[in-house]
């Protein structure tokens, strides 16, 4: 039998897909570089589905792969040759308004997580953009606009429900396989499938932010601006900073601040000096925000990343920036760096997996295009901030052709034991341990 026999025979009509518009769906994502093509799709409709899915693979020997909101831009969600365990349709998302809680399905997005908040008056910890898998992102760590706010979104996790290597399903949470339940707060899709997570939620501040666009001949200038203002930034402002396209496509030094409560209450913006334009607003939600920023990163694009971590935004190492951005291949490419502070730092750096809890800005070199100079213009960049950068790199943006050994530093060892224990054959292989 094939694996598609096999899968039919064990899951209702319509789920499997070896060809077709859901197939084509499942096995596009967002990176349009992944070219990798599943045997086949598996529609996984509830955590029994998953269960069935994950036997069937183990029996067949096939590579299996867990594709939620198809952001990885590295494309380990879709296994080529294996079984791509399509969790899409698990985007439930239940809120207990009462206990600021919610039970989010495993393959829901950042989108539907704050829709679902927010029509409760309550907001969650998310990234930038809406269109990320919710569970992709807060497995791996989860940085954001609330960084300084709420900490990562990996901070905000209550609890999950997990389809281990061998099919079993199990809860693991604080008082509940708590070795499974360390390792799931920052060490990515290393030990099952995640049918759903409980998520801290918290009652939604105003916010106000936006981006402000500066000329790129200033990013040295600008950038040492900010870097004061972070150093003693508190928990309610995270600056988000970058170098990248404006609106008429020219190079811009781009900062990006959110403020959780009144509006710049330090004058912040008026340190910054003149913009060129500045689209500041108080939103009524984060979700209405978030749109503008899906916006920036459409689907359909190829993308090269690297990360690397740096301990503040100096003027030198904002020249290095500008310089590097000066000398992207693709008009499309830039920069974009994280800005990790407040709540995140306060989490003891053995208390989750996530391996750097200091204060830092995690750059994103994202080179957009597909030919060898962009990703040459990605390594060189990368390259050029070696020198500066803190050890480690951030998970859930590492390339497959990188070593990455020293991605969870002093945490490794305690991860590799926890694999060991739960997935001792590497069945589920998306971030490497080192
Ligand atoms: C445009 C863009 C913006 C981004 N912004 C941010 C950001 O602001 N902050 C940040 O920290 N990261 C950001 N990322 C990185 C993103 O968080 C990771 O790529 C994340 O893994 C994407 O999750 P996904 O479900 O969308 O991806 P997918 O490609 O569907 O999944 C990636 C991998 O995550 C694992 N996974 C996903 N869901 C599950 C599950 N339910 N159970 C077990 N494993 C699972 C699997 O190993 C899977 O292969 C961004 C990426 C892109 C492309």
Redesign the pocket.
Known sequence: MTAEDVLRARMSAGQVHTSGPQYESAAT???AAVVARPAVVVECRSTADVQASVRACRELGLPL?????????AG??VADGGILLD?RPLNRVAVDAGRRAAVVG??ARANDVLAAAEARGLTAAV???GT??F???A??????PFLGKYGLAADNLLGAEIVLADGEVVLANASRLPDLWWALRGG??NF????SLGVRLHAAPRITTGPVWYPASDTARVFAAVAEIQTDAPDELTVQTGVLAGADGSLCALVWPTWCGPADPDGFLARLGTPLASQIETVPSYAAEIARRDAM?PDGRSVTIRTRSLPALTAEIGSVLASAAEARTSPLSGLSI?HFHGAASRVPVTDTPFPLREDHLMVEVLGLGDGNDDRAWADATAAALDRYALPGA?A??LGTDVPSAEVFGRNSGRLRDVKHRYDPDGV?R??PLG
């Open positions: 994502v967002w990176n792969s867990v594709r939620s909101g198809g952001h990885d831009w380990r969600a969790l495993g393959g990234g930038t953009i990320v898998g569970a992709g992102l497995l791996g760590g989860g940085y954001g990515g899709g099952g499938v995640v049918t990163f994280h951030y859930n943006l589920f998306a971030i």
